[in-house]
């Protein structure tokens, strides 16, 4: 795929440097933030009651019965919602054979032609079937889609479109020159997305804590979650400050004082009846492929120079998707990402900065990375547990310090002590900010097992405590990376889908939007990657989440902002 460098390369080299200098202060808009997340810092005076507060029509949960919702977060958490809508089946309770067969559905392309070139959709029509070979009447299943090349590992994801008739039609933008497959797989059919959505509302106990009290010779082990069914006493270990909830039983002898620490009790069993299980099996209908009916390829042609002229590097923050791999490198299409292969590299951008990791174990992945991949970077052996912290690692030569700690319960970790248990929100308001502090938050898996006003409310904390901290140092550098996709068998499924992990990201993306933070698109990276679904995404991955979040902290002297993000001979002239 090396070019030569022949004349109309060297026509389009110069033509591109033109182009540097005719667009150059473009690049610039990007730096000016969209503050309209500021209206929260509004909203959110507590010692004046709003005038307009209200509760959500919503069937409500525990502790959120007596959530107070101003009018616009109440109006925010109703247009979430809607967002998440998704479309069930039509009766309660469809016979096996009846759902969504993913052998014997298929897809093929719709617009299928010769002259495919870079920049190009592809539109794709999924049929579903069951296992009858009867076509689906509705929608409502879960399907995941990439387009990849293998010889240059190279991939990208698509987007679907439920007509809710048994139907789906998936977009996908051509972003390289090549052979280019699809694949399109059924994560969940839409039965079993039906039990998921029961099992939120009905059973977000699923997943249980315990916390051990101690006090001399005596310890107590006991339940606790955000919110405990039944009558007997209970330790109130609610946040004073976020007031996010959490409870235990109270202990017999103990008092509530005595709490040590926090852990993962288990996953409730038998969930689900014996016909309700067959819609979760592994080789049947869980992440399986769906087949095509006709040909699964196209070939995609380079655009030549006239046409690359036309293009521009797209400003939009919503462009989808947001990047796509090429030679495992990931690509972004609103920002041109620097490859950190050196450590020094990492090194040089990070130098007398204080990085502070939160959330769960895939951002610890990040520490994890850093401190075995950068030499100058040592981490502390303060005798913590590794897999939960807090760790901290120390370039005392370039004055880098980089934190990890995980968020507050509920954490499923194996054992978190008490005094260990923070807040997101909380610890950035002890954080003074500034132009050499950069903050990566990541929290999703572990609020997957409740209902979503949970989460809600858990980013509705973070979002006031990051909004207040660039409001007071407006140049810090505040990073959300995203949920991943993950590995999934029947047991799994009913905790940690993919399809709560999609709907708690939709709510953190829209969330997050327009106050000024950046985001490193986990999701994608892990979806388009041809490697198997991980939790823990394999080190490659993490590289490229790596590379985006550096790129984001230290971006290229040089923007080529006037190119469209797409991969073409071209790019081989630059890099
Ligand atoms: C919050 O409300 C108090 C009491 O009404 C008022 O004095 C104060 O100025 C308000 N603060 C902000 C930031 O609006
Ligand atoms: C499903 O809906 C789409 C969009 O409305 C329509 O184009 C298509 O023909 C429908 N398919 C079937 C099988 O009814
Ligand atoms: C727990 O404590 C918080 C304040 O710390 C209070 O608002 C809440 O009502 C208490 N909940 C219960 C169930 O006692
Ligand atoms: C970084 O490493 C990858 C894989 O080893 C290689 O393909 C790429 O060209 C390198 N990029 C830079 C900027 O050195
Ligand atoms: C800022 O972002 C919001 C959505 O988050 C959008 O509605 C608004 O138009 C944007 N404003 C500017 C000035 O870009």
Known sequence: MRPHFSKTHILCLI????????????????????TTGLKWLVEENESQPSLHTTKTRRKLYCGYEHQVLSKIEREEEESLFAALQWPKPPENKVPFVRSTDPFHSNFMILNNHANFKVGDQLEVLVHMKDYD????????????????????????????????????????TLLWPGEVTVSVSLVHPSEGIQLLQRLREEKPDRAYFKSL????????????????????????????YTGEPWFCYK??????????NHFKGGYKKGLLTSEESNFFQSGVNIKMPIPSSGPDTVIVRPLGHAEMDSLERSHSPDVFPSGYYYQDEWQQRTQLIRHFNKSSDITECLQGKLIHLFGDSTIRQWFEYLTAFVPDLVELNLGRPKKVGPLMAVDSKHNILLNFHCHGPPIRFFTVFSSELHYIANELNRIVGGKNTVIAITIWSHLSTFPIEVYIRRLRNIRRAVVRLLDRSPKTHIVIKTANVQELGPEVSLFNSDWYSYQLDTIMRKMFSGIGVYFVDAWEMSLAHHLPHKLHPEDIIVKNQLDAFLSFVCPLETHYSFLTGIHNQMWSLFV
């Open 213 to 240: 009290f101690k006090s001399g010779r005596i310890s107590e082990v006991t339940i606790c979650n955000v919110c405990l069914p039944g009558d007997m006493p209970i330790c109130n270990f609610t946040d004073s």
């Open 133 to 172: 070979g009867n076509p689906k009447q509705y929608g409502g299943d879960y399907l995941q889609s990439r387009i990849h090349s293998a010889y240059l590992k190279a991939g990208a994801i698509g987007r679907t479109v439920d007509y809710q008739n048994g139907s789906y039609r998936i977009f996908f």
């Open 251 to 260: 202990p017999r002898k103990l008092s509530c004082a005595t709490r040590i």
């Open 15 to 34: 033509l591109a440097l033109l182009a540097i200098l005719a667009l150059v202060h473009n690049f610039y808009q990007f730096e000016n933030f969209n």
